[in-house]
């Protein structure tokens, strides 16, 4: 019997930082498919291979040429999380990187 995979469609934010909320929302619940909405596959795999922690908002650059960070606090580590506009309009995350 062929198998059928489950397709999640991304579903671009009015925002960068509202983006970063919704990614981060689904990190904290646990929900790489409510992650996949919201960031690109290789964005949901880097943040899920890291325990959720607490974070504190360190802010979003204001958008510049369709592109963002918005970057998060974690107990001596900073969680850059970079945002894409869209060519429909809003704003997903492409990348999720950690320093420290």
Do not use: K, Y
């Amino acid at each position: 019997m062929p198998s059928t995979a489950t397709t999640v469609g991304l579903v671009a934010q009015a925002s960068p930082d509202r983006a970063a909320a919704a990614l981060l929302d689904a990190w904290h619940r646990g929900d790489p498919v409510g992650a996949a909405q919201v960031a690109t596959p290789a964005a949901v795999t880097s943040l899920f291979a890291r325990p959720s922690a607490p974070t504190e908002t360190r802010g979003c650059q204001n958008p510049l040429a369709g592109m963002a960070t918005c970057s998060f606090g974690m107990n001596g580590t900073l969680l850059n999380l970079h945002a894409e506009a869209t060519l429909a309009g809003g704003w997903i995350i492409d990348v999720a990187t950690f320093e420290g």
